[in-house]
């Protein structure tokens, strides 16, 4: 299959890099980062004074995971991290954005783990003296099993002991990150977790996620707060993975859809950030699953962004269900990933531009993951990951035509720097501009890193 528009006697694989000449990638201010997360790299689940967390657990019960995989391994970055930063550096990238691993930092008792908190020291201090801008998320969905077992984030306490963690990290690490994150993505960690069960912990009950979601916005309202007072100088976000949802018909009943599916994926969590407030239509969706909300809860969930982290990755087609709801409608001979989601630029830009002129308040953005899986194989020494290529060609077009319309994007890291554990995946599934040989740890950046070091190289050179 073609994935590009290519000139005669030219080929996607060897063309280099080269965005239009107007387009906002030649800014030398906007970054161009690399992202990783703790469970998905570092392995070493047990050392150090590490305690199991919930990611552990679940890829332990059988058949939660494909082929049984775990993260007990996974990158073994945990070991092998500096020549992780020395592959940030060999490609060019700006800026690394990287979680932290709460069940690595504190112990039962709330008490920090020295060992964990040097590691991340180290980790952070070579970061800086490369040079490179330190994106940091407080969590990445690896909760720590003993919170869990008191009932994860269907209990109010968890809030309470996320901003002890937060208060610790911001004290520790100030001077250190350049941004902070304090969710990834809380609709996988909501609805993923709580209610459909694919992911850790597992449970499924829509009402359950809808008051998880509860906990973890307010929980990243409360660490906002903590993380302004211990470090004032870095900004401080959320990350949202966003969804396009567009109908299979022009019927009002698919448009109607179209929108639901929008508004549970995007709308259930930018709403109570931007606006301060659910939105009534989920309610729609979800008869009678309104959460538990105590007086100035609202308020602490909307206070303000310095950006808004987005996280993209396909497009959905979908129809009414006949009832409330919706599902999903697969178009038949489009472009797909080895995950089988749909490629999609247009609905990053679509969805940059719809959010633009939503919230009057959208505060700058960083496209904080894009990305794609394939079956990428290393032969003679290289990984030619050509589909991977033309994605990222497609998508940070996409992300200039949004600029050009008005929106304030500041910066893209793709997803991933490495191959690495794709959660119910396993090890499948390969996101990384650098292949990881799980047998060997051996790492061999593909082509499309190789394109991105190109560009950025030839970025910093231009006048
Ligand atoms: O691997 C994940 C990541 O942890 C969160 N965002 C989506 C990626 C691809 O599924």
């Not at 049984?68 to 070991?79: E, F, I, M, N, S």
């Not at 489009?334 to 308040?361: C, Y």
Request: proline fraction near 5%.
């Amino acid at each position: 299959m073609a994935y590009d528009a290519v000139a005669p006697g030219s080929s996607p694989q060897t063309d280099p890099f080269t965005p239009s000449a107007d387009s906002v990638l030649w800014r030398k201010d906007f970054l161009l980062g690399a992202a990783t997360a703790s469970y998905q790299i570092e392995g070493a689940v047990d050392e150090d004074g590490r305690l199991p967390s919930i990611w552990d657990t679940f890829s332990a019960t059988p058949g939660k995971v494909l082929a049984g995989d775990t993260g007990a391994v996974a990158c073994d970055h945990y070991h092998r991290w500096e020549g992780d930063l020395d592959l940030l550096t060999r490609l060019n990238f700006e800026a690394y954005r990287l979680s932290i691993a709460w069940p690595r930092v504190m112990d039962e008792a709330g008490r920090p783990n020295q060992k964990g908190l040097d590691f991340y020291k180290r980790l952070l201090g070579r970061l800086k003296d490369k040079g490179l801008q330190t994106f940091v998320t407080l969590y990445h969905w690896d909760l720590p099993q003993h919170l869990e077992d008191r009932g994860g984030w269907l209990n109010r306490e968890t809030v309470y002991r996320f901003a002890d963690y937060a208060d610790l990290m911001s004290r520790q690490l100030a001077g250190h990150v350049d941004a902070w994150t304090t969710l990834n993505e809380p609709w996988c960690s909501a609805f993923l977790g709580y209610g459909n069960g694919h992911h850790a912990p597992g449970l499924a009950n829509v009402r359950y996620a809808t008051q998880a979601m509860h906990h973890l916005l307010l929980a990243h309202g409360q660490a906002t707060q903590v993380l302004r007072t211990n470090d004032p100088a870095s900004i401080k976000g959320i990350v949202a993975n966003v969804g396009r949802g567009t109908p299979a018909s022009s019927s009002e009943a698919d448009r109607r859809a179209a929108h639901l599916f929008e508004v549970q994926h995007n709308a259930w969590i930018l709403d109570p950030l931007l606006k301060g407030e659910y939105p009534a239509d989920l309610w729609a969706l979800w008869p009678g699953a309104e959460p538990l909300v105590l007086a100035g809860d609202m308020q602490t969930i909307a206070a303000p962004l310095d950006f808004l982290g987005i996280n993209y990755y396909f497009r959905t087609n979908v129809k009414s269900d006949g009832a409330h709801g919706f599902v999903d409608v697969p178009l038949p001979d489009v472009e797909r990933t080895q995950m089988g989601w749909e490629v999609n630029p247009d609905g990053l830009r679509d969805l940059l531009t719809g959010f633009h002129g939503t919230f009057a308040n959208l505060p700058p953005i960083y496209i904080t993951e894009n990305g794609m899986a394939s079956d990428d194989q290393v032969r003679d020494g290289r990984v030619d990951d050509t589909q991977r290529i033309s994605f990222l060609k497609r998508h940070l077009a996409a992300v200039d035509q949004a600029v050009k319309q008005g929106v304030d994007v500041r910066g893209y890291f793709v997803w991933s720097l490495l191959d690495n554990f794709e959660w119910a995946f396993g090890y499948e599934r390969r996101f990384g501009v650098v292949h990881v040989d799980y047998g060997t740890q051996q790492r061999t950046v593909k082509r499309s890193g190789e394109l991105i070091a190109q560009f950025i190289d030839a970025r910093s050179k231009r006048d």
